[in-house]
């Protein structure tokens, strides 16, 4: 573990040294690292030298805003060469690579910026940036995190939602009871007594007619 350790960290220090002189002759990194005339010590550059320095090349325009947006009160002009490699270096090996974690990376380039930074306060500066985006990259992933758990939410709630709706739609579907039918509005159905119902004019309801005849009968037989 030790030992792969200290093997990333001279594959960092030859890809500072491809990324620096790359914004010195301000020509291609990739370019200079296909030579292989941009290293101090001459040696072949490691696979994982070759690895970053591609692919911050690959992603340089994004790596710099994020720097940009981080760096107070600092433009990338003004930044020494040096710093700016760092940085570029290390904020890729934050976004891209997963297998090395932010606090390596981190620690990693203020190393960096002790050995070779431009200036005495370039370690506080790498760390005082890096962290700022760090704590950026954090926020991003809760937010994309509380989202996707958003996400598998309604697609587990999906086949309940589904079933309540089709209950629903049976429900609807029932025929209504003839006892329970609604009435039209502005009207209620009432019961109607048929002993109460008027008889027209001229005539008698049929249950006086039958007491006339029945109060007859009585009387004749009186008689």
């Given at each position: 573990?030790?030992?792969?350790?200290?093997?990333?960290?001279?594959?960092?220090?030859?890809?500072?040294?491809?990324?620096?002189?790359?914004?010195i002759l301000d020509e291609s990194p990739i370019?200079?690292?296909?030579?292989?005339?941009?290293?101090?010590?001459?040696?072949?550059?490691?696979?994982?030298?070759?690895?970053?320095?591609?692919?911050?090349?690959?992603?340089?325009?994004?790596?710099?805003?994020?720097?940009?947006?981080?760096?107070?009160?600092?433009?990338?002009?003004?930044?020494?060469?040096?710093?700016?490699?760092?940085?570029?270096?290390?904020?890729?090996?934050?976004?891209?690579?997963?297998?090395?974690?932010?606090?390596?990376?981190?620690?990693?380039?203020?190393?960096?910026?002790?050995?070779?930074?431009?200036?005495?306060?370039?370690?506080?500066?790498?760390?005082?940036?890096?962290?700022?985006?760090?704590?950026?990259?954090?926020?991003?992933?809760?937010?994309?995190?509380?989202?996707?758990?958003?996400?598998?939410?309604?697609?587990?709630?999906?086949?309940?939602?589904?079933?309540?709706?089709?209950?629903?739609?049976?429900?609807?579907?029932?025929?209504?009871?003839?006892?329970?039918?609604?009435?039209?509005?502005?009207?209620?159905?009432?019961?109607?007594?048929?002993?109460?119902?008027?008889?027209?004019?001229?005539?008698?309801?049929?249950?006086?007619?039958?007491?006339?005849?029945?109060?007859?009968?009585?009387?004749?037989?009186?008689?």
């Amino acid at each position: 573990m030790a030992t792969k350790r200290h093997e990333r960290t001279l594959s960092r220090r030859q890809a500072i040294q491809v990324l620096y002189q790359s914004d010195i002759l301000d020509e291609s990194p990739i370019a200079l690292l296909e030579r292989g005339d941009a290293f101090i010590d001459e040696a072949k550059p490691s696979e994982y030298a070759d690895f970053l320095v591609r692919g911050t090349a690959e992603h340089l325009p994004e790596l710099d805003a994020h720097i940009k947006a981080n760096s107070e009160n600092w433009s990338m002009d003004r930044m020494p060469s040096v710093d700016r490699a760092i940085l570029r270096l290390a904020c890729y090996e934050m976004m891209y690579v997963e297998e090395v974690p932010i606090s390596v990376a981190i620690n990693e380039a203020v190393d960096l910026a002790k050995d070779f930074g431009g200036e005495d306060e370039s370690p506080k500066f790498v760390n005082g940036v890096l962290g700022s985006i760090a704590t950026e990259l954090e926020q991003a992933q809760n937010v994309q995190d509380a989202v996707q758990e958003t996400a598998d939410g309604a697609h587990d709630n999906a086949p309940e939602i589904a079933a309540n709706s089709e209950d629903a739609v049976d429900a609807d579907a029932q025929p209504a009871d003839a006892a329970e039918a609604p009435v039209a509005d502005g009207s209620e159905a009432q019961p109607v007594a048929t002993d109460d119902v008027p008889a027209a004019d001229g005539c008698e309801t049929k249950s006086a007619e039958a007491d006339g005849v029945a109060n007859a009968e009585v009387a004749s037989d009186a008689e």
